[in-house]
């Protein structure tokens, strides 16, 4: 394994500085898609029918383009009484998993605004909702193959607030204003400070399970 920085595979600046600032603690360092010569790369097609699938396929695309050890997480929101939903389409909620050329910005509101319309009427003890992350870190070897070297997952229980109550918050991204954070649910993910946020976070908590998966890794591979 190569001590060069390892690159995560996204080019949203939220996700980069929130898991650069995680496994900094660890002494890893991390490259966003954005930083690379060669950016912007063609985006893999995520077919995946769970978040562990769909990071798999984003680390092996992008560990070819890049020839780099490469990080992929995917991630979104389960909503207990939508079945599960949005699940693995968090990210494209508004448009059924479809990409219509919105603005970062403007995906997270509209799929926030479906969200809420999707829970009307529902009391707050039902609205339970969690943050799910799959990471996945992948090499290339060769030309045309990859090797999945490591996989690990978090969670984040809450709730979705009610209409008025929120979205409230400037710290987070997607979902975060929404969610409503235990045991108190006074606040939501976004009213987090980042450093507490990288304490209880579903993407925090896959974070540094990798980074002891990375740590072991780095020891095998190292000359004794």
């Known amino acids: 394994m190569s001590m060069e920085p390892i690159v995560l595979a996204t080019a949203n600046p939220h996700k ?33 029918a769970t978040f562990e699938h769909n990071a798999a396929i984003k680390a ?5 383009l890049t020839g780099r050890l490469c990080l992929a997480d995917d991630s979104g929101i389960e909503v207990g009484v939508l079945s599960g939903a949005p699940g693995v389409i968090s990210s494209h909620y508004s448009t059924d998993g479809r990409e219509t050329g919105l603005t970062r910005d403007q995906r997270d509101q509209a799929n926030n605004e479906r969200l809420l319309r999707e829970l009307d009427g529902v009391l707050p003890e039902q609205r339970t909702a969690r943050f799910v992350c799959s990471m996945v870190l992948c090499r290339s070897v060769g030309k045309s193959t990859t090797e999945i070297l490591a996989t690990t997952s978090g969670e ?19 979902y975060d204003p929404l969610f409503l954070v235990p045991p108190q649910f006074n606040a939501t993910s976004a009213q987090l400070s980042p ?27 190292a000359p004794h």
């Not at 898991?19 to 995946?48: H, K, N, Q």
């Not at 507490?196 to 890794?217: C, D, F, P, T, W």
């Open 16 to 48: 980069v500085e929130e898991l650069r600032a995680i496994f900094a603690g660890d002494g890893l360092a991390i490259v966003g898609l954005s930083e690379l010569p060669g950016f912007p790369f063609p985006e893999p097609d995520e077919t995946g």
């Open 60 to 64: 092996r695309a992008y560990a070819l």
């Open 156 to 174: 984040f229980q809450g709730r979705i607030g009610l209409p008025g109550d929120v979205p409230r918050g400037e710290n987070g991204f997607g």
């Open 195 to 221: 450093e507490r946020k990288n304490q209880l976070s579903h993407r925090a908590v896959a974070a540094r399970a990798m980074a002891e998966r990375i740590k072991v890794l780095l020891e095998q591979a």
